[in-house]
């Protein structure tokens, strides 16, 4: 296969308003993980020059599965998800934590500082 799962279609809309075919999923080691340049979340306009525009999910599907050894997809990124997958990280995200990740705990470690050493000047 070529490595990825797809949803969407005019049956099954991944996003409200949209008939799009979407990727949901890449496979670790799969063809497509392996040539590096799809991505979950990317929206996929035609594969080998076919448009899929306004299609059910099966028939998006079925031109996949017969796609035949090379394979020429044209794409969409999206640059903030809105209700999909999350990407897994690979292009130009550093895979950091988030900024409240380390801030509130921060926060929490400093205040409880504060307070013991309040309560240690107390006692003096």
Known sequence: GLGFNIVGGTDQQYI???NG???SWIKKDGAAYLDGRLREGDKILAINGK???DLRH???VELFRNAGCYVS???QRRLQ???GP???GRDGDSGGLPLAAILV???ALAATAVWILLRHRQRM
């Open 16 to 18: 409200a308003n949209d």
């Open 51 to 53: 448009d899929l525009k």
């Open 105 to 107: 705990p921060g926060l």
């Open 58 to 60: 099966k028939d998006a």
């Open 73 to 75: 997809l044209k794409i």
């Open 21 to 23: 075919i979407y990727v």
């Open 81 to 83: 998800p809105q209700n």
């Open 86 to 88: 999350v990407g897994h």
